[in-house]
């Protein structure tokens, strides 16, 4: 008579296995935040060109949020200090906006950032393929690869995302200090300001999520053997 496994006990092996594979989220975030210690410079300078890029998003916002309060404020003098300085404002007009040519710019500066963005992270995956061989022959899932890269680039967008928008903001203050006086400061609308450097921290956030997403795939699809067999 043949016995038949017994379904219970392979269920409970099964989990077993499946805990052993999955790290803690905490462990995850540690995991992520020591790679980029060690590979600060690298990961500086992919930080550094989203700061660039999301600075001139905020410098650009925030500048015509100053604008927008000077003209709110219908002094004739200060909407003559506008238009010298480069401002195309209708007659009733009550907002300033931006120009086309002003989006297309900020368009072109974040899609090459995204472009440098991905370019660095193919280059990070190349460069661990032995960790990343390694962490699988131990038994990391895909999705586990996948979201140390994620997190990694979550960490860098925040950071960058941070840093340019508020260097943005505070070198539009100083550009339109420098053009209309503390009149900018009076009549700007700090909450649209407060929109404005949000919007810019999102925006490096996302941006820096987009730039990883293909290599962070490639990455967990790659198969163990094969990354340790590349040579570096």
Not at 148 to 174: D, H, K, N, W
Not at 194 to 206: D, M, Q
């Amino acid at each position: 008579m043949v016995e038949k496994p017994n379904d219970n006990i392979v269920d409970t092996k099964a989990d077993q296995v499946v805990r052993q594979v999955q790290l803690p989220f905490v462990k995850a975030v540690e995991i992520a935040f020591k790679s980029i210690q060690v590979r600060f410079f690298r990961s500086f300078i992919t930080t550094m060109s989203l700061v660039l890029a999301v600075s001139f998003l905020s410098f650009t916002n925030v500048g015509t949020d100053v604008a927008d309060g000077l003209l709110a404020s219908r002094d004739p003098d200060l909407r003559q200090a506008l238009i010298r300085a480069g401002y195309d404002i209708p007659l009733e007009a009550t907002s300033v906006g931006n120009s086309a040519k002003q989006r297309w710019i900020v368009i072109l500066s974040l899609l090459v950032c995204v472009v440098g963005i991905v370019n660095a992270q193919l280059m990070a995956v190349t460069e661990r393929f032995r960790e990343i061989g390694t962490m699988k022959c131990l038994g990391a899932l895909d999705r586990f690869v996948l979201r140390l890269f994620v997190l990694e680039a979550g960490m860098q967008g925040i950071a960058g995302g941070i840093a340019g928008a508020l260097a943005g903001a505070l070198f539009s203050f100083i550009n339109s200090l420098i053009s209309f006086g503390s009149a900018a400061l009076i009549h700007v609308s700090w909450q649209g300001v407060i929109v404005s450097v949000s919007t810019a921290t999102g925006v490096g956030f996302l941006l820096s999520l987009i730039g990883v997403f293909y290599p962070a795939i490639v990455a967990a699809r790659m198969q163990p053997v094969e990354a340790m067999r590349v040579e570096q």
